[in-house]
């Protein structure tokens, strides 16, 4: 792992398979100054904004990018991207390279130099992000990632789609964790009961849409704990809790530790207690 900043990314150890490695991946924190440059683009960047906004350039074009966009980058050229100056952007990213992504980029009809569609395919990211962090890659999952990637957005994009009101549900807790979900809102969101949600949800992923969200809130403050230097209070306050006494002990609660023994142990969580990755 290496930390620049804002943001942090996991080099992959793995030997390069020729049909498909990714190189590197990580995460991008909201930062007004983020600006990064690129002269020569080596490998396929494959990036999802996650909230906030923010910029690409190359010589053809500029383009912005919003919450809910993949936006992939083709190697060979220069490019310039930045986080939006009043709403910086927190996105996802991977690099990859090999026979296997040329071939899916062709068949998708992505030529470059800047390829954007909007598409709920944050948990491929966040699972590719995972299995570097702990190191379980293998191109299999890589192989998947991309296609799921690729393959969401063109449901999207021609509405092939077959989601459920289940799945419609949980990608809206998980494209909005950052704010205050409630029962009365999801209700009202998706014109629904609150009994007939919870129904619906529960018989799906066996949880309750709010005890999915609060489980999912600390899985990414976990996250939050251990590739950022942000205080508990301000990780608290990112994710909508009123109070950091009410979500240390929630923490606490499901981990087995406080969020300040949770970052200093980095992790390594004692006895039985469940990793962040666990539930999702």
């Given at each position: 792992?290496?930390?620049?900043?804002?943001?942090?990314?996991?080099?992959?150890?793995?030997?390069?398979?020729?049909?498909?490695?990714?190189?590197?991946?990580?995460?991008?924190?909201?930062?007004?100054?983020?600006?990064?440059?690129?002269?020569?683009?080596?490998?396929?960047?494959?990036?999802?904004?996650?909230?906030?906004?923010?910029?690409?350039?190359?010589?053809?074009?500029?383009?912005?990018?919003?919450?809910?966009?993949?936006?992939?980058?083709?190697?060979?050229?220069?490019?310039?991207?930045?986080?939006?100056?009043n709403d910086p952007y927190e996105k996802l990213w991977f690099g990859a390279r090999g026979d296997l992504v040329d071939r899916l980029l062709e068949v998708y009809d992505i030529n470059g130099p800047v390829w954007?569609?909007?598409?709920?395919?944050?948990?491929?990211?966040?699972?590719?992000?995972?299995?570097?962090?702990?190191?379980?890659?293998?191109?299999?999952?890589?192989?998947?990632?991309?296609?799921?990637?690729?393959?969401?957005?063109?449901?999207?994009?021609?509405?092939?789609?077959?989601?459920?009101?289940?799945?419609?549900?949980?990608?809206?807790?998980?494209?909005?964790?950052?704010?205050?979900?409630?029962?009365?809102?999801?209700?009202?969101?998706?014109?629904?009961?609150?009994?007939?949600?919870?129904?619906?949800?529960?018989?799906?992923?066996?949880?309750?849409?709010?005890?999915?969200?609060?489980?999912?809130?600390?899985?990414?403050?976990?996250?939050?704990?251990?590739?950022?230097?942000?205080?508990?209070?301000?990780?608290?306050?990112?994710?909508?809790?009123?109070?950091?006494?009410?979500?240390?002990?929630?923490?606490?609660?499901?981990?087995?530790?406080?969020?300040?023994?949770?970052?200093?142990?980095?992790?390594?969580?004692?006895?039985?207690?469940?990793?962040?990755d666990e539930y999702f």
């Open positions: 792992m290496a930390d620049a900043g804002r943001q942090v990314y996991y080099l992959n150890p793995v030997s390069p398979n020729p049909k498909i490695h990714v190189l590197s991946a990580g995460i991008v924190y909201p930062d007004s100054q983020y600006d990064v440059r690129k002269e020569n683009l080596q490998s396929v960047l494959f990036e999802y904004v996650v909230r906030g906004s923010g910029h690409v350039r190359c010589a053809e074009c500029q383009i912005s990018l919003r919450a809910g966009d993949v936006c992939v980058l083709i190697p060979g050229r220069g490019y310039r991207y930045w986080a939006d100056r954007t569609a909007h598409a709920d395919v944050r948990s491929e990211f966040e699972g590719l992000i995972e299995s570097l962090r702990l190191r379980r890659y293998d191109s299999t999952i890589a192989s998947r990632t991309v296609l799921n990637i690729l393959l969401g957005v063109y449901e999207t994009a021609t509405g092939s789609g077959d989601t459920t009101p289940a799945q419609q549900i949980r990608s809206y807790i998980d494209n909005h964790i950052h704010e205050k979900l409630t029962l009365k809102a999801l209700s009202a969101r998706f014109s629904l009961s609150g009994r007939h949600l919870i129904r619906l949800f529960k018989a799906r992923y066996g949880y309750t849409p709010i005890a999915y969200a609060a489980r999912k809130k600390l899985a990414v403050a976990a996250r939050y704990l251990i590739d950022t230097a942000y205080p508990v209070g301000v990780i608290a306050q990112r994710l909508g809790y009123c109070e950091q006494s009410y979500f240390s002990s929630e923490f606490r609660r499901v981990y087995g530790v406080y969020p300040t023994q949770y970052r200093r142990l980095g992790g390594a969580l004692p006895g039985s207690a469940p990793r962040d």
